[in-house]
């Protein structure tokens, strides 16, 4: 079906490799189709999955063993990446933590420097040409390095069908895992901040997701009747601790994600719109990373100011929206990076939550750099703090451009 | 304290009334200090409270018989207010849903209604002088009549300690109840939407809320061990039907907020930026709102554009700031209601819910206006509806200026 | 160079026509390429070209008749499209009054109105593929029918040289008028709004625009001596009348290119971001719009409530950019313009311009709606209608923030 | 009038003093009425007054030597003040430069900087009570120091008439000059970037602004008829050299001043709507400044990426707000300032303008840094640099969603 594609001279390329069953055949059809050396990238980003039997699979495939990259970037994502977007209260369309949109720039920045290093002239990866991913990985690619080369083996080959990627399997001896043949039931993406679930048995959006989606976290009808209060701690607007135990990011998201999934939290059913113009559905399962962001919200409470707190809530969406569509590396998500870290400052302090049945519910905050006064906003007795008058006068020129214009209607 | 105010000549004044003592006092005051005629205005707005005991307060009080206005404003509270606001999805400081903010307008239209069949040239409250309602009330009136009066008497007059408030209410033969002669340990505000409650216990915002505080809702700890799955249907944007039984706005919303209630739902522990420039701490507790606005979100999710749902949540933070700041009557909130209501006309179909332990799940939605399409997102082959080529040509010229930007900084 | 496209099935296409070479190769083109037969929209949208010769170039071409369109769409244009953009205030990046932009959606509409009579499967544009044109065309013809097909010649042909071109021509018997032999040192797009000039000459944005680019305005340095003083008359946010004398829309907008044009008003020489990624440089003229923007900016002035105008201003640049990419038929646009529509109802009245040597110069307006009142920002004695003692209450609620926020950083 | 005010005790404050009657007035009327010592403080902003005078007028009214402070602040106020504020653009609703806005927060900077100097426990300052600046003096006193307390007279004082102010002068041996003791027929505020003038002959928004209000730019009409071209060069955001010689910030503008007023640029004519409610008509001369934010705009153009540039449009509206309501120092307005710093780094160039007749006209911009490429947007041959029908693709995708709402609505 595919037209036969002209296809670029690459010598080199550096493919994001997981060691499954589909990069394994991308690795192959890149060796055979574009006949140039493969080097091969697999990144630790916490998506729970050994990342050894991708050495051995590279290597069986005929990859050089100092063309195999393996790194653990699990710190870097959460310091780097996860961190600074949970500072603007990122969710897309309302909802959603972006756990899949965040992790792309950073692979994408560790394939240009492979390529740098290896003197490749081209990346490649697995995403499909329908999805978001493509973009990310392609958009932040090309800022870094814009005479990359990217190639996209799913927008050009002719193996889209099930059959036809076991056969070419097959005959170029790649294991094909006994779960594999059939078609499976849905596409998953993991990683520290989530795992997202999408398509085959949850494409009727009217169709309630199956229990066996889940891999992150228990049913919250499951989860332990009784409720368990934590305290989590944040510097400069950054998580720092767990209940008073000091932790790196990496670790404090892991040990969330470990609570998230025992009571249940995080599950997040959504229809939302991709870049490439149509809606899908998914289910998302966020569960350290949701505690992270009700409690960053809490914390920004007492020790944000109005004027800070709300133009970050206007920013937000758009920030959201960048990071969603592929933009990290742009000017406009630094820019506005730049604008909410400046806010960041003072937040700090301590954040009490209580975790029940996929409920996060905030129960606490303090701060030594609070704003939140007491004496100011009591019922009692403020001892001069606040002149009630002054309301009237505040209200009387808020209200003039309105009496002006109801008299002018009248 | 109080400087001696130089009062306004006023002859008639309409006092929102509420029977209770702090307004009872009021009434009282008004009468005596201005020397004025009151006119009181009760409105049930679903606080849950029986109000003809307000007319006989009010009778004894001396007040006309033709004076006394009990409304049963509940429809119109939630058709004309509640759910054109939740058409925008609207939520203060990203979590609050404005059941206060949004009741106000309302008592003052109805003030100032009341103002001119009566022939009254001022009207009055009880909000007090720390607090938003005072301005939410005002800024109304005086949108709504630029020439009328209005009276805040806790910010005029020398009864801001409670011994002095029951001392006056004593002195004038107003019955104080029981429960009334100490400090209440918190202050609340309740509407069908949501009861408010703030103040005293409340005021430490590392203190967790004690159980007392909440009236509206059960513990979700409480709450029934079975999930129970509902379903909402939505025309033109606003909610019409309850597991398939056609409802009145109201009505609709009383079963959702019996629902909230039975499962714990919509409880809100916050610190808010107050529009007369300090912090507060409240405890909010919105059952039915909370399943309503979840449950909009959703069924947008399927039927509305992608241009029309970003374009909403960037303007929403700055709709929910101006009812939060008692615009409602504004040209500028007036234009983007214009904005939000255009997208709501196809805004229509089925949403089903899991109720859970203080969890709201959405679990499917359908509508016959459905965006969503299957034979477009599918992993299965498409039959031509999507061609994963022009992926390659979007992704490259989204990319060209970062490109452009990649070479220059090269 | 280009590769054989497999071009679909088209049985009949509507092209939008200019009777110029370009097009008429297009035409030719169509139908020896997709063997299709061809349909012409010729529009007068006040681009100041005779017409007539179009249609007998088209019949010429062997296009029949019933299938030759020639529409005057002057009107429209003015009242449905340029009117309702400049209520919005308009300009993309800050000084763009998108003379090109808003001429695409009402040519789609109309090539979209003519498939449906004719029954043709497809539209064509001359749009190149490097242009904002061709998206703003397709876009909208999508939008309006998406089953329509597109066929943008210069995106599939190998005519991409003038030579080729030519020799094209002259092989099928297409007049080539002898100016368009050569390379044409520039490019031209014009309408009742604007004309536009890009390409060649102009490709060094660091060299000055040559005179004989300039084709709708004199030089600012030979304008007349003398300042003219013009008035114009708003009702609802549009143009109703010059000088005192009613017009319709287009004739206003015609009679303001006149006035532009003899004083050399509205040159501008911009670096712009195109849509599909690259920067490009152009000059516009853009005569009577461009005083047409100033009066409509200074009957606001007087007529707006300050809260939709700076309303208006923040939705301004997205508003601009949804009409330079192509997004007219978009929900996002018709949600701003419905917010926009509603803040026009009453900015009437009238406005007082000097016109001089390439400026325009506000002097004055007026409006029976106007919300400015001397009485109240008077130096002098206002008679009680402000209280400048409110103001110290205003300051110190909206300083009360900063001043907590002050004692948090001490 | 007024009430008598109960006065807090002020023990030392520092005036903002220009030398001038009014302020005059204020120092004597500081001295009788609170009691305190007197502190002055006189600005050189620019505004072309010899500032000695006040000195000795200081003297006389028996302000101790070491407590009059007289700054020359002209270069912290260009570089510190007006440049930020020029790298975003800013246009108070669209059209105004904010001249007297810009200056009140460094004024107030060293008001509170001279406070702490001499252990003075109060400002104050000659604003009215209609007005911004007495807002914008304020905000910026209780941000800097919250516990400052602030006097200002014409709020407080009965001396609100001419004559009541010229009997209080007269009787404590103040001078009134002789052109004071009428009514003067506008009232004006004048710094290096700007003269201001509003008020009584102004009033009447219909009637053109009499020739004898301006002072800062010659009548267009009586401007050279001979254009001059000149060139600005940047450095990251900011102008550094006028003609290719190299100027420290204050003596840039004040060059661009002098070929402003020359060739009669910069006046505006404006309504403007005032931060406390109501609007004002005011005549703005902004010479330098004019061709000066012209002048960035243009070097952005090549400068700036399209998602920086459309970004700063957006937030541009917002940014002038706040400045011209006197949230300077206001944490938003530091956000927004740290992401349009962000993105002026390679803001960097030289542009080309002519200066005519009232009009400035961009005629050129290049830039080491440029993001213009030649290359890719010629119609000329363009080697490849960008791929004609990768726009088929781009359309399609952006297309998509509005497709599949067309069918929807079918």
Known sequence: MADKIDRPD??????????????????KWLQTEYG???????????????LEPARKKAEAAGVKSEHIYIDDLREEFVRDFVFPMMRANAMYEGLYLLGT???????SKRLIEIAAEVGADAVAH???????????FELSAYALNPDIKVIAPWREWDLNSRTALIDFAEKHQIQVPKDKRGES??????NLLHTSSEGKVLEDPWEEVPDYVFSRTVNPEDAPDQAEVITIDFEKGDGVALNGEAMSPATLLEALNELGRKHGIGRLDLVENRFVGMKSRGMYETPGGTIYAAAHRAIE??????GAAHLKDELMPRYAELIYNGFWYSPEREMLQAAIDHSQEKVAGTVKLKLYKGG?????RKSPHSLYSEKVVTFEDDEGAYDQRDAAGFIKLNALRLRLLGRRDA
Do not use: M, W
Request: charged share 20%; hydrophobic share 40%.
């Open 10 to 27: 690459i010598k080199k390329v550096v493919l994001a490799y997981s060691g499954g069953l589909d990069t394994s055949v991308i690795l």
């Open 36 to 50: 140039c050396e493969v080097v091969t990238f697999t990144a630790d980003l916490g998506q729970g999955e050994e």
């Open 101 to 107: 949109s965040i992790a792309r720039p950073l692979i």
């Open 126 to 136: 697995g995403a499909t040409g329908k999805g978001n991913d493509q973009v990310r």
């Open 185 to 190: 039931p849905f596409s998953t993406d993991a």
């Open 301 to 306: 409470q007492i020790t944000l100011d109005r």
């Open 360 to 364: 996060v519910h905030i129960i606490g």
